[in-house]
């Protein structure tokens, strides 16, 4: 008699198990290929931001230059560049001599 009794996983069982394993492989791979075109597109945006970093220090260089030279030069123009595009710089107060840590008095551009 015990071998009338089916085994649960038998027939069927079996086949719909297999089904949704081959179900699951192919979504492993669908997932798999997916994976690799973030991987690209993420390794495209971390290049542009080490780029974008690079010309960020060179932006940084020529607007100090310009304000250097609109203070050294007292050039209104350059000033009003600047500012148009919100960059503001005070002198100094004095060549290089250390101040009381109040704001310089000259206030100027």
């Known amino acids: 008699m015990a071998d009338d009794v089916m085994h649960p996983l038998a027939g069927r069982g079996s086949f719909w198990l297999g089904g949704l394993a081959l179900l699951l492989a192919v ?3 669908i997932q798999l290929f997916l994976n690799h075109g ?3 597109q ?3 945006n971390q290049k542009l931001v080490l780029k974008e970093k690079a010309i960020s ?3 940084n260089s ?3 230059l310009l304000a250097k030279s609109a203070y050294e030069s007292h050039d209104a123009d350059i000033t009003a560049l600047l500012a148009r595009n919100g ?3 005070r002198e100094k107060n004095g060549a290089g001599t250390a101040t009381s840590g109040a704001p310089s008095a000259a ?3």
């Open 27 to 29: 979504l492993m791979v």
């Open 57 to 59: 220090t060179v932006d």
């Open 87 to 89: 960059v503001t710089f």
């Open 42 to 44: 993420i390794a495209g």
């Open 62 to 64: 020529l607007v100090q």
């Open 38 to 40: 973030l991987q690209a």
């Open 107 to 109: 206030g100027g551009q």
